[in-house]
């Protein structure tokens, strides 16, 4: 069993930063496929970036590419996402995840393991 416990959501203003963590417990982080999923209020959970255990390998959302950075620490088994240039439409509870398949990294059907979300508001 993994346990996911993501920390560092708050207020931000729009055009803002903020980073999200994600610490894990009960097992080493380093065998798993990482991923951080955003969900809104009515709104379905959708991806926002994912990083493979095997080489570091990332992948972003289109909507996030060149602001989100998405990385890891193994010693402190921990996973972060960097979040610049925050816009209001991307207020949400953010969530992490943790799964050890390949495929497909982008589906919530990956992962395995979730955290209880941390939210993120960006204020206009």
């Known amino acids: 069993q993994v346990q996911l416990i993501e920390a560092g959501g708050g207020l931000v203003q729009a055009g803002g930063s903020m980073r999200v963590s994600c610490a894990a417990s009960?097992?080493?982080?380093?065998?798993?496929?990482m991923g951080w999923f955003r969900q809104a209020p009515g709104k379905e959970r959708e991806f926002v970036a994912a990083?493979?255990?095997?080489?570091?390998?990332?992948y972003y959302a289109a909507s996030v590419k060149g602001r989100f950075t998405i990385s890891r620490d193994n010693a402190r088994n921990t996973v972060y996402l960097q979040m610049n240039s925050l816009k209001p439409e991307e207020t949400a509870v953010y969530y992490c995840a943790a799964g050890t398949t390949l495929l497909r990294l982008t589906s919530t059907l990956s992962y395995d393991y979730w955290g209880q979300g941390t939210q993120v508001t960006v204020s206009s």
């Open positions: 990083i493979e255990w095997r080489d570091g390998t990332r």
């Open positions: 009960g097992r080493t982080l380093s065998n798993y496929n």
